[in-house]
T-cell receptor, first 115, second 111 residues
Framework: DGGITQSPKYLFRKEGQNVTLSCEQN?????MYWYRQDPGQGLRLIYY???????QKGDIAEGYSVSREKKESFPLTVTSAQKNPTAFYLC??????????????FGPGTRLTVT | QKEVEQDPGPLSVPEGAIVSLNCTYS??????FMWYRQYSRKGPELLMY????GNKEDGRFTAQVDKSSKYISLFIRDSQPSDSATYLC???????????FGQGTTLQVKP
């Protein structure tokens, strides 16, 4: 089945530790995205990548880092510099062809709790 | 003024009711209009999308875009308890490659 997988579903970390969230897709999409969702809020863009080995900061990139070494994979690292890391993290992907760029498909999300 | 405004609700309706969900926006450059449905603790699911003013229908769902008023709506006919979810509007403009999301409206359909 084609889709986007995120692992793990739940993640717990101590303050001061870096943590990496996994995102893999087999939809053959060029573009991939990371969003953060806090309770009662919409999605805020952290980073996005439209092609392998290239990525851009979104609206809230501070304290996060990404890599895009393979088309299928776009891991997100939440660093200790991120002041409020506890949130629901969502990965998405889309085709780069014309308007399809905006038809983003989401994974199931990873709920990160930092104490 | 926020770029996108969406009433967070919650909105509670009886089963079978017609539901109207709305978003307003301020950016005239928006050309792509999307609606996502998100069940609790799940990722959003692309429900409907349109790129022009007017109506687009898919089963019980109708998406409406009024570019002159900068207003989009999602109508759900014959609402079902399984429609209970948070509905997010999203907007894109061709010069950014990014989507801007509304806050989401939580809908509860009571049997």
């Amino acid at each position: 089945d084609g889709g986007i997988t995120q692992s793990p579903k739940y993640l717990f970390r101590k303050e001061g530790q870096n943590v990496t969230l996994s995102c893999e897709q087999n939809l053959n999409h060029d573009a991939m995205y990371w969003y953060r969702q806090d309770p009662g809020q919409g999605l805020r863009l952290i980073y996005y990548s439209q092609i392998v080995n290239d990525f851009q900061k979104g609206d809230i990139a501070e304290g996060y880092s990404v890599s895009r070494e393979k088309k299928e994979s776009f891991p997100l690292t939440v660093t200790s510099a991120q002041k409020n890391p506890t949130a629901f993290y969502l990965c998405a992907s889309s085709s780069r062809t014309g308007s399809f760029l905006y038809e983003q498909y989401f994974g199931p999300g990873t709920r990160l709790t930092v104490t | 003024q926020k770029e996108v405004e969406q009433d967070p609700g919650p909105l509670s309706v009886p089963e079978g009711a017609i539901v109207s969900l709305n978003c307003t926006y301020s950016n005239s450059a928006f050309q792509y209009f999307m609606w996502y449905r998100q069940y609790s603790r799940k990722g959003p699911e692309l429900l409907m999308y349109t790129y022009s003013s007017g109506n687009k229908e898919d089963g019980r769902f109708t998406a409406q875009v009024d570019k002159s008023s900068k207003y989009i709506s999602l109508f759900i006919r014959d609402s079902q308890p399984s429609d209970s979810a948070t509905y997010l509007c999203a907007f894109g403009s061709s010069n950014t490659g990014k989507l801007i999301f509304g806050q989401g409206t939580t809908l509860q359909v009571k049997p």
